[in-house]
């Protein structure tokens, strides 16, 4: 796996206002239109005391408020909410439907383990097809992952690949940007002696599985906005054969016994 460095022009950010200071600006408005219309003119006495009173019923008003809403805080459970992820998926190949069964199947198994090494990673989440995908779109937060390369597993008569990036994201002034790449030739290569024998069902088990896996890895990288890897896990730096094919499915699990 692997982060990677640029260096472009930073974009500009926004922050959007809190509720609670817009309902103040608001509330004050009337306020400040009556201490002008107070202060045009000679003094009258009557009308400044008025003012003065409004100002103090409704600094009261606003503090009760502000009251009620601080011990309905404290009284009442907190509900956390669990942020919700959309992760869109691009394939420069086409995939047959049957591929994308077997990627989004592998998903969701290895996500759990992903999730148990990273707490970045407890999250609600949906997957999308991005051949399928609806244009305007909206999402809470998104990661968009791009497969480069034949994603299709191919019976080769030996290992053509060793100590190459399966994975990487990219890094923009020490932010980890969203986007997951991810080179599917590179890990046919590596997989495809193990691909010999089997069923297309098979194959796809074993590719998707492996997908699964080096998408899994540079989401923890986004999620956690850390380029360090593990020891152990689908977090450690380097994956070999037996890592690849460590995904919990049944055709899988058979295969990593003759490993």
């Known amino acids: 796996m692997r982060v990677s460095s640029r260096t472009p022009e930073n974009p500009k950010s926004w922050q959007e206002t809190g ?23 000679p003094i009258d006495f009557g009308l400044v005391k008025t003012a003065a009173a409004l100002l103090l019923l409704l600094f009261v008003i606003l503090w009760a408020g502000e009251a009620a809403k601080a011990q309905v805080a404290a009284t009442e459970p907190a509900q956390a909410t669990m942020p919700h992820t959309t992760l869109v998926i691009f394939a420069d190949h086409r995939m047959e439907d049957r591929q994308w069964a077997a990627l989004i199947d592998a998903l969701h198994r290895n996500q759990m383990e992903a999730a148990a090494e990273s707490q970045s990673m407890v999250v609600t989440y949906e997957i999308v097809r991005g051949d399928l995908m609806e244009l305007g779109l909206r999402v809470e937060t998104a ?32 932010h980890i940007e969203p986007f997951v790449h991810v080179d599917c030739t590179q890990i046919g290569q590596v997989l495809g002696p193990q691909a010999q024998g089997l069923d297309p069902d098979r194959r796809n088990a ?15 990288h986004i999620a956690t906005q850390n380029a360090a890897h593990a020891e152990h896990g689908i977090a450690k730096a380097q994956f070999g054969v037996a890592d690849l094919m460590a995904d919990g499915g049944e055709a899988v699990a058979r295969l990593r016994r003759h490993l």
């Open 19 to 41: 509720s609670s200071t817009a309902l103040t600006s608001l509330t004050m408005a009337p306020v400040t239109r009556i201490f002008i219309h107070a202060q045009a003119g």
């Open 143 to 174: 990661v968009v992952v791009y497969l480069h390369g034949d994603c299709t597993l191919a019976p080769l008569p030996r290992r053509a690949a060793f100590g190459v990036p399966l994975g990487w994201v990219r890094e923009d002034h020490g």
């Open 206 to 220: 074993v590719m998707a599985g492996a997908i699964a896996w080096v998408i899994l890895h540079e989401w923890i």
